[in-house]
């Protein structure tokens, strides 16, 4: 299957990174290479994009379409950037671009286990290594399990959900996505069936856990802005609201600069703020966009400076 994505705030993420042609910029998610492309076509011979990846199929994709760009494509988790910016010779770049979240060729290829609508192993790794989904619900513990589903799911009836997983894979294995689904459904009330598919928040946070996407964003959202040249940007895409709450408290702390007591009359820590917000409130796609790609209704971006 192709590796297809529709990028989401493409407009807003070129305007928002302020691109000059001469500039080194890294797309730390290229996925389909949507955002890279609309970037790489606005450097001149002396600019250069560094596009990264940790799944494989995204990585060739990528290759081929940034073919005769200045851009090269790397495989590698966006939170290692600084070591990859080294082996290159690369001091600081002018801006660093991330999207996250599940690519549309993740969810739509069914044999990924990504998704809740087709039937498929459970698998949800991005990298296409590691601990997968069918590891984590078939061998660890039931408080370990109601843990990650209400602490990355936000899901009121983990204890429930968890509970049932257990129980089911007493009798057998749980090897399949749509074995997972029909667990979860059987756990919560008719009422929440209705309203919604109940899916949505376990599968979310099995796949979180299944890929540590909140450990390497941490470290990835400090490593990547101290990356930054004077007045390089850095923009990122959240797709929920646990990793925008993330993004939002890191780039608050960055720009908060003096940490002393309130109530001193004056600074004495000399703390200065290292960035400041390009957007203060987080910018959503415009009605047109939800339009045509149903995918970017939950998306926000925020765009943070260094000074």
Request: charged share 30%.
């Amino acid at each position: 299957m192709e590796f297809s994505h529709v990028s989401v705030l493409l407009n807003e993420c070129i305007e928002g990174l302020n691109i000059k042609s001469d500039g080194i910029y890294v797309d730390c998610t290229v996925g389909g290479a949507g955002h890279s492309i609309e970037i790489a076509k606005r450097l001149g011979e002396k600019g250069k994009l560094i596009a990264l990846d940790r799944d494989p199929d995204a990585v060739k994709a990528a290759e081929k379409r940034l073919n005769g760009y200045n851009a090269q494509v790397i495989r590698s988790n966006y939170s290692d950037l600084r070591n990859i910016l080294d082996s290159m010779g690369i001091d600081s770049v002018d801006g660093v671009l991330m999207d996250l979240g599940v690519s549309s060729h993740q969810l739509d290829t069914p044999e990924r286990g990504f998704s809740y609508h087709y039937n498929a192993p459970l698998d949800m790794r991005m990298s296409q290594d590691g601990i997968s989904a069918y590891d984590i619900i078939n061998d660890w513990s039931e408080e370990q399990l109601a843990k990650i589903i209400f602490e990355f799911g936000e899901e009121k009836f983990s204890r429930k959900i968890a509970k049932n997983i257990i129980l089911s894979r007493e009798k057998k294995s749980i090897e399949m996505t749509l074995e997972l689904a029909e667990i979860i459904k059987q756990s919560v009330p008719a009422a929440v069936k209705r309203e919604k598919n109940p899916c949505k928040k376990t599968f979310q946070a099995i796949r979180i856990a299944v890929n540590g996407e909140f450990d390497h964003l941490s470290c990835g959202l400090n490593t990547a802005f101290d990356c930054l040249k004077s007045h390089g940007r850095l923009a990122v895409i959240t797709f929920h609201s646990l990793e925008d709450r993330l993004v939002k408290q890191c780039f608050a702390g960055l720009c908060k600069g003096c940490v002393c007591p309130p109530d001193f009359p004056q600074c004495v820590c000399g703390i200065e703020p290292r960035g400041k917000l390009i957007n203060k409130k987080p910018i959503v796609a415009s009605s047109y966009e939800l339009e045509y790609n149903n995918r970017s209704r939950s998306a926000k971006l925020r765009i943070i400076e260094r000074r």
